[in-house]
């Protein structure tokens, strides 16, 4: 059972996911690599996922256990934020391909979950 505070983290984790969906679909990488919107559409919500999976696991550690490569994917965050002009297209692409889908499925597994009942 997951506290409130970290819920609305993974539900804002589980929105940002559905808009990348959303974005990708029917696109190509070749439309990815030429659409700069798109792009900077794509890369904020990657930089959403990875500030509210940091946030998550710091109020709730075990949150890390449950979501695969917490640690890579709070880094990708960190390197769209600060290293920004090293960011690969095909890096992205290949997040947005191969990791996307599971993310998603984890983060709707534990928001399925029952509530925590409020401390008190």
């Not at 929105?15 to 659409?35: E, I, P």
């Not at 979950?113 to 401390?119: F, K, N, S, W």
């Amino acid at each position: 059972m997951l506290p409130l505070e970290v819920r609305k983290f993974l539900y804002d984790i589980s929105q940002a996911c559905q808009m990348l969906d959303g974005f990708v679909t029917g696109k190509t990488y070749a439309n990815y690599r030429t659409d700069p919107l798109l792009r900077s559409a794509v890369e904020r919500q990657f930089e959403v996922i990875g500030e509210a999976l940091r946030r998550a696991v710091e109020l709730q550690p075990g949150v890390a256990e449950r979501i695969t490569h917490t640690r890579r994917i709070i880094a990708f965050r960190n390197r769209l934020i600060h290293a920004y002009a090293t960011v690969s297209d095909e890096v992205v692409w290949g997040v947005l391909e191969g990791d996307l889908p599971r993310l998603t499925r984890e983060v709707r597994e534990l928001l399925e979950e029952p509530e925590a009942p409020p401390p008190g």
